[in-house]
């Protein structure tokens, strides 16, 4: 290369160098150059007429602080006001955003906003800033004609409505299950909608209608429903329909369609819809024809029509009147047994009535003919078809007892059936076996005893008593009393000698036959000695006996049970406390002294008296300790697999009551609660602890739980808590009901319950006063005008009165409701502490110092105090 070349080359390197230069610089400079952005910054803003818009205008310089008038001009170079306060928004306006920027708010976006918008500012108050952004507008896809529902006819041609409109034109397309569906034979794509040639069930579904627009690359969809209608077809009306004169009539015209066709009755002679007729009523949804009371105009044709969205249909039918079955004759029969008997119907009617028989108390009819399960019944039956009438008679041969009683007759036709009843009398001789399984008759001291005697015979029998082969009125002796002749008599004996208790015959005659019955007179004695008392269950206070009673003779149980018992310290049992249960109820003692040794001995009580005193034994109470396990009052509604679960009727709060337990020597001072909601998996209970809540309740066996969640399951533990200590926990699972089934009642002002009590109070009180006012100015009667007189009463009258003194009425509270015991005060001294075990339990006036009756009713105790010795308790 020459000398010329070099300095070319040279020349062209520097030129290069020259320009980087000088671009680096304008890069620099351009970097630092304060400056308006607008975002989005895209130069062009195209949206759609009607949508919103927010553009916003951010300064982009060193120093924020010395930019200053920065605002928004529209597109007619005016100045965009921010908006108003306390006034509607308006079409257009800026608001000052974090970062020191401004934004400008377009609610709905018009053709008339068009054009080029700018974003002004003056930097450091010698620098003016500007930028633009031009906004332009289209038509955005707008559906004119496109209903979301279409209803096409089953086996016609349809065309799915599907008409849009937008600014450029759109493209339509269908789809169907996601793929696309294309012109051929089925289906047919039009401009304003999809063609579906010969509609089937089967071109039911969703189909989506889709709109573009190329030049703006919007696109929408619109779902339609298609569900294909069918036109009514009726498909039940009898040809002919039978009715009774007098008689209601129901008739049936049923129709397929979609929608469900509506049905109506038109009666042709007089072309009358029978839905507006008296007598008649029509349900146009099952095409439920009746008619209160059948007449003779009713008969003639009648047309059904049925009606839906999709077309109409009709069929006629023939209305005729039957005449309802009538029986005219039944007599009652008498017959004797193992001898034949018949009971005979008759009864008119068109078409003439089969007549049938049934035995009252059973709705199995006889068949005609022989009886299969029984041939000794044989029915026959005989038809009057050109008069209408027809008779049935129920021949019965080797008559027994069990043949007698009510018997129904029924005439039955197409129109109706008649019923009558009748009875079938089966004489018999007379009978005693309902007496020989009674138990003989007990009778003490001279008391006086009924001997009845019931003989059951057809005609009624005549009754005689006899004693040691001799007729009763015969003996002529005063201490038996023969009371009644038949069929029941009663022989009063009074058995004031030991041979008075013995054998007595009753003799029944009637003219059929003659039957005996034996009745034993039995002196009763009081019970024997008791065969076991055994301690079961042991507290510091109290224990439960299992016992077991002496064997009882038949007709005189056992009515109760008592104990007596003392300190075995104590020698005297005359000073013995006593004690009676009812049989069946848990034999407990209570009110006894921890650490004490005790004798007990237990006796059976009859009708008859108290037996002798047995079974004597000694047992201890335990020290004082922990009160016994407490007792909830609820019972499982439900299982839970293999827990039971006791289910509150709320869902936010459930009240939880107990009885009172054991206190074992030292009275119960509070008892605590403890519940935890949780869940059940794998059988094993998992507690949300975190949940958990511990309440202590005092002077109550009753709390409510409050603020629970609906629809969940909950644990419940419940101890008892004394100076010594808790006792065992007793659990419970319960669940609340769903929270969405309680009602919530919108607050109102209302007036309490107290406020109107008030009210009503002050009225009642307002009107007594007004009524003593009249008899107090008219007759001088009345509170007033006593108040009036004992003003003017002497000193000496005050004087006596004063010297009587005064008392006072005192309210005794309420009895208990049941079943639940009402909530119970913890009664018991002030506590004491493990160190005074040794002393002796100071027993609370009236607990042990009196005697005391329990009685079971076979579902509560019921225990009264008093004495018992020589009381019947059985309840």
């Known amino acids: 290369m020459g000398p010329v070349g070099k300095i070319r080359l040279n ?59 920065l605002q928004w001009k529209d597109n007619l170079n005016n100045t965009i006001l921010p908006k108003p306060t306390g006034r509607n928004q308006p079409p257009m306006y800026t608001e000052t955003l974090p970062g020191e920027s401004l934004a400008l708010m377009i609610t709905a976006l018009s053709v008339e906003m068009e054009g080029r918008y700018y974003c002004t500012a003056s930097y450091a108050n010698t620098e003016l ?127 397929t369609g979609k929608p469900k066709p ?105 068949a005609a003919g022989v009886q299969v399960d029984d041939d000794r019944i044989v029915l026959e039956q005989h038809f009057d078809e050109d008069r209408g009438e027809s008779s049935g008679t129920l021949r019965i041969s080797r008559s027994m007892r069990s043949d007698d009683g009510l018997y129904q007759c029924l005439a039955r036709n197409k129109g109706d059936t008649d019923y009558k009843t009748g009875h079938i009398t089966i004489e018999f001789p007379p009978d005693f076996t309902h007496m020989k399984d009674l138990p003989p008759i007990f009778s003490w001291d001279e008391r ?24 009763i009125k015969e003996i002529l002796d005063k201490n038996l009393q023969q009371v009644g002749n038949g069929p029941r008599s009663d022989l009063i004996v009074h058995p004031v000698a030991r041979h008075y208790y013995s054998v007595y015959k009753c003799v029944a005659t009637n003219i059929h036959g003659v039957a005996e019955q034996d009745i034993q007179l039995k002196e009763a004695r009081v019970p024997e000695l008791i065969a076991a008392a055994i301690p079961k269950q042991l507290t510091a206070t109290t224990i439960t006996f299992d016992i077991r009673g002496p064997p009882a003779e038949l007709g005189l149980p056992i009515t109760a049970f008592a104990v007596q018992y003392k300190e075995a310290l104590n020698p005297d049992w005359s000073t013995a406390l006593n004690r009676t249960w009812s049989p069946e109820s848990p034999y407990i003692v209570e009110s006894l002294k921890p650490q004490t040794s005790y004798n007990f001995r237990f006796a059976a009580r009859n009708a008859v008296g108290l037996g002798s005193w047995g079974v004597n034994l000694q047992q201890s109470t335990p020290r004082r300790s922990a009160p016994e396990e407490p007792k909830p009052l609820h019972s499982p509604v439900q299982n839970d697999q293999e827990e039971p679960v006791v289910v509150s009727p709320y869902s936010d709060h459930f009240e939880l009551r107990w009885s009172v337990p054991a206190d074992n020597g030292e009275p119960i001072d509070f008892y605590q609660v403890k519940y935890c909601p949780g869940v059940k998996m794998a059988g094993t209970w998992h507690e949300l602890e975190n949940q958990c809540v511990s309440v202590d309740v005092v002077e109550s066996t009753a709390y409510e739980m409050s603020h629970l969640s609906g629809n969940t399951y909950y644990r419940i533990e419940l101890r008892a808590h004394n100076v010594i200590g808790f006792s065992s926990p007793a659990s419970i699972i319960m669940k609340t009901t769903r929270g969405i089934d309680v009602i919530q009642v919108a607050e109102r002002q209302v007036l309490s319950s107290a406020s109107i009590v008030g009210i009503a109070v002050g009225g009642v009180l307002l009107l007594l006063l007004i009524i003593d006012l009249l008899c107090c100015a008219t007759i001088n009667m009345g509170v007033l005008a006593t108040m009036c007189r004992r003003t003017k009463r002497s000193p000496s009258e005050i004087d006596e009165e004063a010297k009587l003194g005064s008392g006072q009425l005192v309210k005794e509270p309420p009895p208990s409701p049941l079943p639940l015991p009402p909530p119970v005060k913890l009664g018991g001294s002030a506590l004491t502490t493990p160190s005074d075990e040794k002393q002796p339990l100071q027993t609370p006036t009236g607990s042990m110092k009196q005697n005391s009756t329990v009685e079971f009713d076979g ?3 019921h225990s009264r105090s008093g004495e018992i010795i020589g009381k019947n308790s059985a309840v």
């Open 11 to 69: 020349y062209a390197a520097f030129a290069v160098y020259l320009f980087l230069s000088t671009v680096s610089i304008e890069l620099t400079s351009a970097a630092g150059q304060p400056r308006l952005e607008i975002f989005p910054m895209q130069g062009v803003q195209r949206k759609p007429v009607g949508k919103s818009l927010i553009l916003t205008c951010r300064p982009n310089v060193p120093d924020a602080s010395l930019v200053a008038d």
């Open 129 to 255: 800033l500007e930028t633009s952004v031009m906004i332009e507008s289209y038509v955005a896809i707008t559906w004119t004609n496109a209903p979301e529902n279409q209803y096409p006819i089953l086996g016609e041609v349809y065309v799915v409505k599907c008409e849009v409109k937008a600014d450029p034109n759109p493209t339509i397309d269908w789809l169907r299950n996601g793929d696309q569906i294309r012109t051929g034979d089925k289906y047919v794509v039009q401009t304003h909608g999809l063609l579906i040639r010969d509609v089937q069930e089967s071109d039911d579904g969703i189909y989506t209608c889709r709109a573009a627009v190329i030049e703006t690359g919007e696109l929408l969809e619109r779902t339609i429903r298609v569900e294909v209608y069918s036109r009514p077809v009726i498909t039940y009306l009898p040809i002919t329909l039978e009715a009774t004169e007098g008689q209601p009539f129901a008739a049936n015209c049923t129709a």
């Open 262 to 366: 509506e049905i109506s009755w038109i009666k042709d002679a007089a072309q009358q819809n029978v839905a507006n007729a008296d007598r008649f009523n029509v349900n146009p949804l099952t095409g439920l024809l009746t008619i209160n009371a059948v007449t003779q105009d009713d008969y003639g044709t009648y047309t059904c029509i049925a009606k839906n969205d999709a077309g109409v249909v009709d069929q006629k039918t023939k209305l005729n009147v039957l005449v309802r079955p009538s029986i005219y004759e039944m007599y009652n029969v008498t017959g004797v047994s193992h001898k034949e008997i018949a009971l005979t119907c008759r009864a008119k009617g068109r078409p003439a009535p089969e007549i049938t028989f049934r035995h009252w108390g059973t709705e199995d009819e006889f």
């Open 448 to 471: 006086k005893a009924n001997l009845s005697c019931l003989a059951m015979g057809i005609p009624n029998a005549t009754i005689e008593w006899r004693w040691s082969g001799k007729p």
């Open 859 to 861: 579902k509560f105790v």
